[in-house]
């Protein structure tokens, strides 16, 4: 979060979409802890016959403020996310950010039936338990999941072009996939799986000067071979 490394205990920080945060007594930063929810900060929804848009606005008093909207639009073989962050603080926002792709194709359950593909030969320097294989531009499931099984794995071999920001995740028994990309360059790339989902997480980096903006665009087109 913004202003989490310099905050004190009881100081406050911010989540972009959360809102202002307390900052706890505690050694490093957790996504699986509680935290307290200072100021939800403004949400305004308005939508369409083909879009939705959510608007997040928070103005603090740790020089940190913002205007975040999100803009859904559907087209003819899926949808776009048009992005727009405004700095309307007294701060730089640097940060990275993603959305969670959890996918699940016809109801099928990570495994076997998946394909992943890029465009660059992906390596890791993750241990993939035995759950996938990586070979070329290409994940492939070795097993289907169950239970809990779950992993993870930073992904390596993008460039900085912006056409290495494309992912293809298909399900080779009905032939439905879907292909998404982002118009800026990858920031980091990593693949979560377990049994009810798997998730390509592509990041980007931001950084807004006060009083600058920065937007960019994420495309998903579906498809049946």
């Known amino acids: 979060g913004l202003g989490y490394d310099e905050a004190e205990a009881g100081g406050k920080y911010v989540r972009i979409g959360v809102g202002l945060i307390e900052k706890p007594d505690e050694a490093e930063y957790s996504f699986r802890n509680y935290y307290e929810l200072l100021d ?5 929804v308005d939508h369409g016959a083909d879009w939705i848009s ?3 606005e928070l103005n603090t008093d740790i020089g940190y403020s913002y205007i975040y909207e999100k803009l859904i639009k559907l ?6 996310i048009e992005h727009k962050l405004q700095n309307t603080g007294e701060k730089a926002i640097e940060t990275d950010q993603f959305n969670h792709n959890f996918f699940m194709i016809d109801g099928e359950p990570s495994g ?9 030969p992906i390596t890791t320097e993750d241990d ?3 759950f996938v294989e990586l070979k070329g531009n290409e994940i ?8 809990d099984d779950a992993f ?3 992904l390596h ?3 900085e072009d912006v056409s290495d920001h494309q992912v293809t995740v298909k399900n080779k028994k009905s032939g439905a996939g879907v292909t998404f990309s982002i118009d800026k360059p990858l920031h980091r790339m990593a693949f979560w799986s377990c049994r009810t989902t798997l998730s390509p997480e592509n990041f980007i980096w931001l950084a807004v000067a006060p009083g600058e903006e920065e937007v960019w665009t994420s495309e998903y087109s579906l498809f049946v071979e």
Do not use: C, Q, R, V
């Not at 087209?75 to 776009?80: A, P, S, V």
């Open 40 to 44: 939800h900060g403004k949400w305004t």
């Open 54 to 56: 959510f608007i997040h």
């Open 75 to 80: 087209k003819d073989n899926g949808f776009t």
């Open 112 to 120: 076997k039936a998946f394909s992943i593909s890029f465009p660059y």
């Open 128 to 130: 993939p338990e035995g």
């Open 140 to 147: 492939n499931f070795l097993k289907d999941l169950e239970g």
């Open 152 to 154: 993870f794995l930073l």
């Open 157 to 159: 071999g993008y460039s």
